[in-house]
């Protein structure tokens, strides 16, 4: 695998992850495309050189694999597949609330004051 395509696999890869993280469903999308992305451009890439066509024949190179190129249009109909999905999601959060921001739930806000306490003051609750 060349310099580039490991730059541009590691590019994708960590604004993909950045995307994910934040709390917009619509950066989420994007996030999941990225590293649907990402995931096809390895696969491709770790399939190495092209080589001679996997027919009977006289050829002095080896016989191409393809499997990597299977492993890739796996990957493109799962990201796709994920992408739609959460679409789905994004489209009815819009529709309940109005905007596509997802929010802490009961539980997280039960952390985060758990979390702030000091340690001996937590000691009696248990989850």
Known sequence: MSAALIAAVAALVGSGVYLITSRSLSRIVLGFSLLGHSAVLALLAAGGSAGAPPIVGSSDRAPSDPLPQAFSLTAIVISFGLTLFVLALASRQRQLTGDDLVE????????????????DDRAGETA
């Open 104 to 119: 802490d739930d009961v539980e997280d806000r039960r952390v985060a004051q758990l979390s702030s306490k000091p340690a």
